[in-house]
């Protein structure tokens, strides 16, 4: 059985590659899929065949694609721009008759209303209509979107949000890259399977705060904010306008629970408990 990963180089793809070997994935059964020669380079390194491909160029993806019998989509990072992104993709893989396509979704994704779902929700029905069987990995929130963030934490002793006392499940990306490992070699896994996948303790914003804190041994407070004001920080600071509203709106949607994930999905497909948001604190300050 080949298996393909598109989106192979990025931060996710790379640790789905790991993942695939680690779980005995022959190296030469697996295809690494990606635009930076450079970065592909790297996972050639580990035995694996590496082969262009660029969302945008659809002329590279039905090649990319060939032999190929199921097919990890990892969502594109161009916000605003995926849904053609994935069309590509889908239709080449309709081409070269894959047999099964793993979509990198996000958690309840159609009932959080998040404004990033909605690409997202998209896709799902683009694959509906393919015709080829397909299985939903909709991931929660990475605990790196805020342990890669701790200096800035720590720096100011306070997290800035808008989420209210709302709870996240979130997860590593090395856990969320586990379970989609796990889905590729389950050979019996059953299309039209949705997995809704996280973290098995939430938590709030607060409660990061708490931890951090206590990881680091110093007052880390989370301050919960006006959505204007806190979108017009995140602009102050950088971030395009669009990016922030994306932001503040997903701060306001955790109020309502749109990144809590119910069940055990995750912890059953890894094979362990997901990685405790205090662990991951810990890894990441030592690192």
């Known amino acids: 059985?080949?298996?393909?990963?598109?989106?192979?180089?990025?931060?996710?793809?790379?640790?789905?590659?790991?993942?695939?070997?680690?779980?005995?994935a022959p190296a030469d059964s697996l295809v690494a899929l990606g635009r930076s020669p450079q970065k592909l380079e790297a996972l050639a390194a580990k035995g694996v065949e590496t082969r262009a491909a660029d969302y945008n160029a659809a002329h590279t993806l039905v090649a990319a694609l060939e032999g190929v019998d199921r097919l990890l989509l990892i969502s594109g990072s161009d916000v605003g721009h995926r849904i053609p992104q994935h069309e590509n993709v889908v239709n080449a893989a309709r081409r070269v008759d894959v047999s099964l396509i793993a979509y990198t979704s996000i958690a309840n994704a159609r009932t959080g209303q998040l404004k990033l779902a909605a690409e997202h929700v998209a896709t799902e029905d683009l694959l509906a209509a393919s015709g080829i069987p397909y299985v939903l990995l909709r991931n929660g929130w990475y605990t790196e979107n805020y342990t890669d963030q701790l200096m800035g934490y720590l720096n100011s002793g306070v997290i800035l949000g808008a989420a209210g006392e709302g709870k996240i499940s979130a997860a590593t990306r090395a856990d969320f890259a586990e379970a989609a490992a796990a889905v590729l070699l389950d050979e019996q896994v059953a299309g039209g399977t949705i997995y809704e996948l996280g973290g098995d303790k939430p938590f709030t914003l607060s409660q990061l705060a708490g931890?951090?804190?206590?990881?680091?041994?110093q007052e880390v407070t989370y301050r919960d904010m006006d959505p204007q004001t806190l979108a017009g920080i995140y602009e102050q600071s950088g971030i395009p306008q669009v990016y922030a509203e994306i932001l503040v709106d997903t701060d306001l949607r955790i109020r309502n629970g749109?990144?809590?994930?119910?069940?055990?999905?995750?912890?059953?497909?890894?094979?362990?408990?997901?990685?405790?948001?205090?662990?991951?604190?810990?890894?990441a300050l030592d690192s």
């Open 1 to 24: 059985m080949k298996i393909a990963v598109a989106g192979a180089t990025g931060k996710l793809g790379t640790l789905v590659i790991d993942a695939l070997l680690s779980r005995g």
């Open 211 to 217: 931890a951090l804190g206590a990881a680091a041994g």
């Open 258 to 283: 749109a990144l809590e994930v119910h069940g055990s999905d995750l912890a059953r497909l890894i094979g362990r408990a997901p990685t405790s948001l205090g662990k991951a604190i810990k890894q």
